[in-house]
């Protein structure tokens, strides 16, 4: 499980969102298999997901994070909902890179930077909200910024930090998010990120979400809005893989229908397997 905590400032001009996603970027190591360096640019993004996807409002509003930007990862792709329960993909969870020049984990190496990070709001109309804007580091925080900045003129601060363990498991993962809306005491703000540590050190010596979120709006008189738990989570299932099939089309099922005795589906996001026997195919080609 991960913790979202959200805490505003007294006269409401600063929000800090802040989690801890340590769980939630462990099962995406598990089940992808990730490298070092793929989990670090996976769980920056997964977390930005999860903060951004629990800033909307209605329960069947969904939030997709997509980047690549030409590097060896290729595309990695986060889907959040309301609660910020997220799920995550990418083309290459293997690749790696050496440390770069700080001695970090290379993040903006192996994602890239020639290309976009896209946001895709489904909240629930005729056509999903589609925001794109060139990736600036690969680094994913800045490259959210960016995103906020230009694509929806919000001024907004984005921390994120992954913190790999030598067997590879996360030792800490988390970020915050602060947005302000005028009149704010920008000058507050900019002093409290100065005395903020890295996200992963802050949660390593031992501050819980909560204290994040107030450090980021000390002098603002914040208090905590509202808080909850988070968690991996891939909404797959049988129904809705037999959905993916019948946009195949009949031709398309009716050659896997004949070149194999059973077809095999797994998913991107949590490895599930689902089985369709030739039969099972030829009753959903009746369904189209």
Known sequence: MGKIVRALSADGSALCSAVDTTDIVN???????????????????????????????????????????????????????YRGNVKCCMDNPFADLPLNSKGKLDVGGIVGTDGYLSVIRDLGMKEPY?????????????????????????????????????????????????????PVNEAAIEEN?????????????????????LKGLKGLDGEILDSWEAQYYCDCSRERTEQVLITL????????????????????????????????????????
């Open 27 to 81: 099962e995406i190591h598990r089940i992808h298999g990730t490298s070092a360096t793929a989990s670090a640019a996976a769980g920056r993004l997964a977390t930005a997901a999860c903060i951004m996807g629990a800033l909307m409002k209605n329960e069947t509003d969904r939030l997709e994070l997509r980047i690549n930007g030409g590097g060896k990862i290729g595309t990695i792709t986060t889907v959040a909902d």
């Open 130 to 182: 589609v925001g794109q804007v060139p990736i600036v580091s690969g680094e994913i925080a800045m490259d959210v910024t960016q995103y906020y900045a230009v694509s929806e003129q919000i001024p907004t601060v984005c921390a994120l930090g992954v913190l790999v363990d030598t067997d590879l498991t996360i030792k800490k993962a988390g970020g915050y998010m602060i947005q302000l809306v005028p």
């Open 193 to 213: 990120i100065k005395d903020m540590q890295s996200v992963t050190k802050m949660l390593e010596d031992g501050l819980s979400p909560e204290e994040i979120a």
């Open 249 to 288: 089309g009949k031709d398309e099922l009716a050659k896997l229908a004949e070149e194999e005795p059973v077809t095999e589906v797994c998913c991107h996001f949590c490895d599930n397997k689902y089985r369709f026997t030739s039969e099972e195919l030829k009753e959903l080609i009746k369904r189209i």
